[in-house]
Each structure stands twice: as C-alpha cells, then as structure tokens.
C-alpha cells in the first residue's frame, strides 16, 4: 500500500496524485473485500 503511495507521490503533480491514489486504495480495499 505505502509503495502505491509512494510511486504515485513520486510521479508528476505529486500532491494532486495523493488523492487520487488514496480513493483508488480505498476502492480497492472495498474490492477484495468483496
């Protein structure tokens, strides 16, 4: 999970990926909990 971040923290825009990434994470988490 933290390297997800970190990669996408890492990439162009930086902070404006962090949200993103974060709502993906989290839709993923719901995902597999499934």
Do not use: C, D, K
Not at 3 to 9: A, E, Q, R, T
């Amino acid at each position: 999970m933290r390297f997800i971040v970190h990669i996408l923290g890492g990439s162009r825009g930086g902070m404006m990926f962090l949200p993103l990434s974060f709502s993906t994470i989290l839709y993923w988490a719901q995902t597999i909990a499934q």
